[in-house]
């Protein structure tokens, strides 16, 4: 995963350990000034549900996508922490638009959404059956500062879902899970977001089936006959015991 910092000329941040710390002491992983951070202000952690944001003791509040923060929250590849006036947008490390996509059969359309979760549409579930368009010539404009207009476009083709910007704003470039897109295809769980603008594609019957791995049944335990020689061998000792048995019995008769 990687940081960005959209208002001010510093390197992008990249790492790759389970854990990240943040603050204004030497100590941490990402160094901010002490003017926008308590020594110790946040830490993101990375567990089974995915990227953690835990506020630390004495930190002042955390703003994600300008919603505050007071103890924990989950975070995505998109999202932007504010800490004082600095601002470090998540990224994905990888380009969205150079990852493989998954390809349906053509025949096959699975329920997809966007869920907006920032902006004026915020709480909506737009859905999508052929298409979806966005902005000034769509059912859901997606108006920006300063009186600037964006467009997109979401629709099926050849099996995949693509997006596609028709309208971009310099100011306010498209991004999808913090990587600047003009065309792409869609995967589940991608943040495509504009300005205040921040939606999330729900696609569950894009998502790819569990492998079920078939494991071979236990050898069966062996009856205690199949464990005890070949059946030649066991009729063999039966017909010796015998034998033994009628001998004795003839030398008991012979000597009474």
Known sequence: MRIEFPNVAREDFHWTQAQLTIGSAPDNDLVLATSQAAAKHLRIQQDRRGLVLQVLPAASRIHVNARPVRERALLRAGDVISVGDCRMLLRADQDPALRSSPILPKQIRCTVALRAVSGPLSGRVLPLETSLELGAQGRYPLELPQGEMASLRIH??????????????????????????KSLALQPDDQIAVAMHRFVVDAPGMEPEPEIVMREPPPAAKLPEETAGPTGEVWWLITTAALIALGIASILLIHF
């Open 156 to 181: 099926w083709e050849e099996g995949r879902l693509l997006l596609e910007v028709t309208q971009d704003s310099e100011r306010f470039p498209l991004r999808v899970n913090g990587v600047i897109a």
